[in-house]
């Protein structure tokens, strides 16, 4: 089982910037499309983007396009959110994701990460 570790989350004030990194586990990442969602308090988890296995497509979600950038560096099994301008709605618990696929409004993964804190205060 492919385990997600996430890290990088943390307090920043509006219009600042965060990066979260998630480290996972085994030989497969390379294999693997990976994808950052986000749950605010009381809301439901939602997308916020994803990246092919190459890196070469990545998706975002509209609320977070032209200020989120996915990447992703295989040699370290590692995928990537870099968030600039960073809004008080941005507030969230973020999850990484391995092979994400979405039901519908509904999404599944082989593996969801435990999860980092970011807040943005206003």
């Known amino acids: 089982q492919v385990q997600l570790a996430e890290s990088g989350g943390g307090l920043v004030q509006a219009g600042g910037s965060l990066r979260l990194s998630c480290a996972a586990s085994g030989r497969t990442f390379s294999t693997n499309r990976m994808g950052w969602f986000r749950q605010a308090p009381g809301k439901e988890r939602e997308f916020v983007a994803s990246?092919?296995?190459?890196?070469?497509?990545?998706n975002y979600a509209d609320s977070v396009k032209g200020r989120f950038t996915i990447s992703r560096d295989n040699a370290k099994n590692t995928v990537y959110l870099q968030m600039n301008s960073l809004k008080p709605e941005d507030t969230a618990v973020y999850y990484c994701?391995?092979?994400?696929?979405?039901?519908?409004?509904?999404?599944?993964?082989?593996?969801w990460g435990q999860g980092t804190q970011v807040t943005v205060s206003s």
């Open positions: 994701a391995r092979d994400p696929a979405q039901h519908g409004s509904q999404w599944s993964a082989g593996s």
């Open positions: 990246i092919s296995r190459s890196g070469g497509s990545t």
